[in-house]
Nanobody, 120 residues
Framework: QVQLVQSGGGSAQAGGSLRLSCAIS??????ITWFRQQPGKGRGAIAI??SGDLSTDYADSVKGRFIMSREYLQMNNLKPEDTAMYYC?????????????????????WGQGTQVTVGP
């Protein structure tokens, strides 16, 4: 049985850091992605990691501040606009289709979500 269990998150002040984790069991996926859903908006991908070559890619909004590793999303220099529900998602994919442009409909497996709130 595939499970994605998230932990971490919470509240921070602008400029601070938080770390999210996504523990995956039941299958080894080659494409892991972090999505977030900001208040009043849809869910969008912000970080992807391909396990084959360990390559990562980031949305422009988080590039240079967020770092994705196998199990973690390290979020540095947080901004109030980072306030959102964060989700990890997993799929089996070709390298090309493991893309920051992938939509949520491409992912069959999801974590339960965790709230991140960043104050001024």
């Amino acid at each position: 049985q595939v499970q994605l269990v998230q932990s971490g998150g919470g509240s921070a002040q602008a400029g601070g850091s938080l770390r999210l984790s996504c523990a995956i069991s039941g299958y080894k996926f080659n494409c892991i992605t972090w999505f977030r859903q900001q208040p009043g908006k849809g869910r969008g991908a912000i970080a992807i990691r391909r396990s084959g070559d360990l390559s990562t890619d980031y949305a422009d909004s988080v590039k240079g501040r967020f770092i994705m590793s196998r199990e973690y999303l390290q979020m540095n220099n947080l901004k109030p606009e980072d306030t959102a529900m964060y989700y990890c998602a997993a799929k089996s994919s070709t390298w090309e289709r493991c893309s920051i442009d992938s939509g949520e409909e491409d992912y069959p497996y999801w974590g339960q979500g965790t709230q991140v709130t960043v104050g001024p």
